[in-house]
């Protein structure tokens, strides 16, 4: 699958999807297919093309950089991610899962905060950005608060 996405980027002029958004996709199924390698390739792609995507393709760079054991690199986009402010819902939840997959509870934390506050967060990604706050929150041994209390409402 992977494979033919990719091919299918490459051959892309234009449609409802972008080129950008294909490329993630491959990407995604790249680490599934444990290519991380080839899906670091395509993130870059994305990254590089410039179209419209649901999540800033240097979240999954850094996602899979930290596969590869490059937790320097990886940190370091996430903060020239934050760096340059604007971050919408989806890249702030994923970059929050992203960070506590790999132990950063602080970092984690603060991202989905953000992602929270931000506002725009709406449904699913609002729900889910919650969520993963309130479970850092609880690793953390933090007391719950007013943002916690949004949770209540979504069930």
Do not use: N
């Not at 340059?84 to 905060?113: I, K, N, S």
């Not at 969520?131 to 007391?143: F, H, M, N």
């Amino acid at each position: 699958m992977a494979d033919r996405l990719d091919g299918l980027a490459r051959g892309y002029a234009s449609g409802e999807v972008s080129r950008a958004a294909i490329l993630v996709l491959a990407a995604e199924e790249w680490r599934q297919a444990g290519q991380p390698a080839r899906a670091l390739e395509c993130f870059q792609r994305a990254l590089d093309d410039g179209g419209e995507v649901s999540v800033d393709p240097r979240a999954g760079i850094a996602d899979t950089l930290f596969e590869l054991d490059r937790p320097a690199e990886a940190q370091e986009l996430v903060g020239s991610i934050k760096a340059e402010g604007g971050v919408d819902a989806a890249t702030a939840l994923h970059v929050a899962e992203t960070l506590l997959a790999y132990g950063d509870l602080r970092g984690a934390h603060e991202w989905a905060t953000e992602g929270v506050v931000a506002g725009e967060a709406a449904g699913g990604t609002r729900d889910a950005l919650l969520r993963t706050r309130y479970r850092i929150r609880v690793d953390l041994g933090l007391p719950e608060d007013d943002l916690d209390a949004l949770l209540d409402l979504t069930r």
